[in-house]
């Protein structure tokens, strides 16, 4: 029998103002997507594609479902970005584990699309499982370019392959046998960007609670710069037999999904599928290609004291929340006043001046300051044409860039601008390849001092 324990936390971050990322906990699924896309697109990319790959994946609970589960995720992001205009071009990255039983007995399955990862610690070390579906990372993999060059790469945002662009998705899915004491971590790529690799397993490796783990992961992040949003989850693999487990789960302060994941794991034990298993542990991503016939039956496990715990750390939270909620309600509310008796130029100004987007303008692309569409009179300032001719423009990015795309500085607009032209003349092949925009060439006030 084995149970996940874990722990999640999310934070919007120092520099955006909205929270794109969305993290997945439940007994046997856990997931984070990062979501991308002008206006609203990219929160509502990240919470279709967890709400619909959740829905398939509860229907089919298996490693060939996880799969079916991520299609069926790209297609919801998909056919959602055609039914509204403001949400056309958005996508979603998305990294997941469940815990399914095969024939073989309890598996972990991952699955990935994009460049949120997915690490494991094991006897203290960790060790990325996850490949990032990245321009960057190709350079790497074709060894044009070291893991180190790579980590500061302006191009190591633009992803090769992500959820709701297409209407089909091929994600890299893989499986493992769960190993009591191993951790495993799913997380945002800001956390991975902000925070180095030997600072997440010390972390990891130092705090035994994985809701404390978590948040602290976050913390770092935040501390770091905390320049994008930042979404974390923590899976602590318990293996035992079920007075074990319950032991284990039943002492000390457990999140509330460790204690539903009593119920869960039930389900897990009770169910008897044929499955081709994948080879156990590997790291480099295998596709699932097997046939599986699933027939779940709940067992006569109680989970009555389970439910009893679940439902008290429910109250907690939402309680926690609703405190929380008062206070940022009357701190806003403090906020708006203070700006509007001391005439609020200056915080208008500051926020609209700290603000950048690129832009479609007659025909190329452009980079703008301030906020899209103008904020209360002050209207945005075009900063720099870049020379990118609009049918230059990859074809994935071209509603996003007409919409325009927010970026938190100069310098994150224009390793947008020269990413759009880095990757229409890697994946272009044949034509002959454009001359490189100005964007793309360092300058001074575009350096940003390399992290060691
Ligand atoms: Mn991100």
């Given at each position: 029998m084995t149970v996940l324990r874990s722990g999640s936390a999310s934070d919007v971050g120092r520099v955006r103002t909205v929270n794109e990322d969305l993290a997945l906990e439940s007994p046997t699924l856990f997931a984070v997507a990062d979501g991308m896309g002008g206006h609203a697109g990219g929160e509502v990319a990240s919470h279709t594609a967890i709400e619909a790959l959740q829905e398939e994946f509860r229907l089919h609970p298996s490693v060939e479902g996880l799969v079916e589960a991520v299609r069926h995720a790209n297609l919801a992001v998909w056919e959602r970005s055609h039914e509204e205009s403001d949400l056309r071009g958005m996508g979603t990255t998305l990294t997941a584990a469940a815990l399914v039983a095969t024939s073989d007995g309890d598996r972990i399955v991952m699955a990935n699309v994009g460049d949120s990862r997915s690490y494991r610690l094991r006897d203290g070390s960790l060790a990325q499982l996850s490949h990032d579906h990245s321009v960057a990372e190709e350079l790497v993999d074709r060894g044009q370019l070291s893991e180190a060059e790579a980590a500061i790469h302006?191009?190591?945002?633009?992803?090769t392959r992500a959820l709701g662009v297409s209407s089909d998705v091929d994600p890299d899915v893989w499986e493992m046998a769960p190993r009591q004491g191993d951790r495993y971590l799913l997380c945002s790529d800001g956390l991975s960007n902000e925070v180095s690799e030997s600072r997440i397993e010390k972390a990891l490796s130092s705090t035994p609670d994985p809701q404390e783990a978590a948040r602290k992961l976050v913390q770092m992040a935040l501390d770091n710069g905390g320049n994008d949003n930042i979404t974390v989850v923590v899976l602590d693999v318990v293996v035992g037999d079920e007075r074990a487990v319950t032991a284990a789960t039943e002492n000390g302060d457990l999140p509330a999904s460790a204690v539903d994941a009593l119920a869960g794991a039930a389900v897990v034990e009770a169910a008897s599928l044929g499955t081709a298993a994948l080879?156990?542990?590997?790291?480099s991503p295998a596709k699932a290609t097997t046939s599986v016939s699933s027939l779940l039956s709940r067992s006569g496990t109680d989970p009555a004291s389970g439910m009893r715990a679940m439902t008290a750390r429910a109250a907690e939270v939402s309680e926690r929340l609703r405190s929380r909620r008062i206070t940022f309600r009357v701190l806003a509310f403090v906020v708006v006043l203070a700006a509007i008796v001391a005439g609020g130029f200056a915080v208008v100004r500051w926020y609209v001046d700290s603000s950048y987007f690129v832009k479609l303008h007659q025909g190329q692309v452009t980079i703008y300051e301030g906020r899209m569409g103008g904020f209360v009179g002050i209207q945005p300032k075009l900063v720099q044409r870049t020379g990118i001719a609009a049918d230059a423009v990859p074809s994935a990015y071209l509603q996003d860039v007409e919409n325009g795309v927010e970026e938190p500085s100069l310098s994150a607009s224009r390793s947008y601008a020269c990413g759009l032209w880095h990757i229409e003349n890697s994946v272009s092949q044949g034509k002959p390849p454009t001359p490189k925009p100005s964007v793309c060439l360092p300058s001074n006030s575009n350096r940003k001092a390399a992290k060691p």
């Amino acid at each position: 029998m084995t149970v996940l324990r874990s722990g999640s936390a999310s934070d919007v971050g120092r520099v955006r103002t909205v929270n794109e990322d969305l993290a997945l906990e439940s007994p046997t699924l856990f997931a984070v997507a990062d979501g991308m896309g002008g206006h609203a697109g990219g929160e509502v990319a990240s919470h279709t594609a967890i709400e619909a790959l959740q829905e398939e994946f509860r229907l089919h609970p298996s490693v060939e479902g996880l799969v079916e589960a991520v299609r069926h995720a790209n297609l919801a992001v998909w056919e959602r970005s055609h039914e509204e205009s403001d949400l056309r071009g958005m996508g979603t990255t998305l990294t997941a584990a469940a815990l399914v039983a095969t024939s073989d007995g309890d598996r972990i399955v991952m699955a990935n699309v994009g460049d949120s990862r997915s690490y494991r610690l094991r006897d203290g070390s960790l060790a990325q499982l996850s490949h990032d579906h990245s321009v960057a990372e190709e350079l790497v993999d074709r060894g044009q370019l070291s893991e180190a060059e790579a980590a500061i790469h302006p191009h190591r945002h633009i992803l090769t392959r992500a959820l709701g662009v297409s209407s089909d998705v091929d994600p890299d899915v893989w499986e493992m046998a769960p190993r009591q004491g191993d951790r495993y971590l799913l997380c945002s790529d800001g956390l991975s960007n902000e925070v180095s690799e030997s600072r997440i397993e010390k972390a990891l490796s130092s705090t035994p609670d994985p809701q404390e783990a978590a948040r602290k992961l976050v913390q770092m992040a935040l501390d770091n710069g905390g320049n994008d949003n930042i979404t974390v989850v923590v899976l602590d693999v318990v293996v035992g037999d079920e007075r074990a487990v319950t032991a284990a789960t039943e002492n000390g302060d457990l999140p509330a999904s460790a204690v539903d994941a009593l119920a869960g794991a039930a389900v897990v034990e009770a169910a008897s599928l044929g499955t081709a298993a994948l080879q156990d542990g590997a790291p480099s991503p295998a596709k699932a290609t097997t046939s599986v016939s699933s027939l779940l039956s709940r067992s006569g496990t109680d989970p009555a004291s389970g439910m009893r715990a679940m439902t008290a750390r429910a109250a907690e939270v939402s309680e926690r929340l609703r405190s929380r909620r008062i206070t940022f309600r009357v701190l806003a509310f403090v906020v708006v006043l203070a700006a509007i008796v001391a005439g609020g130029f200056a915080v208008v100004r500051w926020y609209v001046d700290s603000s950048y987007f690129v832009k479609l303008h007659q025909g190329q692309v452009t980079i703008y300051e301030g906020r899209m569409g103008g904020f209360v009179g002050i209207q945005p300032k075009l900063v720099q044409r870049t020379g990118i001719a609009a049918d230059a423009v990859p074809s994935a990015y071209l509603q996003d860039v007409e919409n325009g795309v927010e970026e938190p500085s100069l310098s994150a607009s224009r390793s947008y601008a020269c990413g759009l032209w880095h990757i229409e003349n890697s994946v272009s092949q044949g034509k002959p390849p454009t001359p490189k925009p100005s964007v793309c060439l360092p300058s001074n006030s575009n350096r940003k001092a390399a992290k060691p």
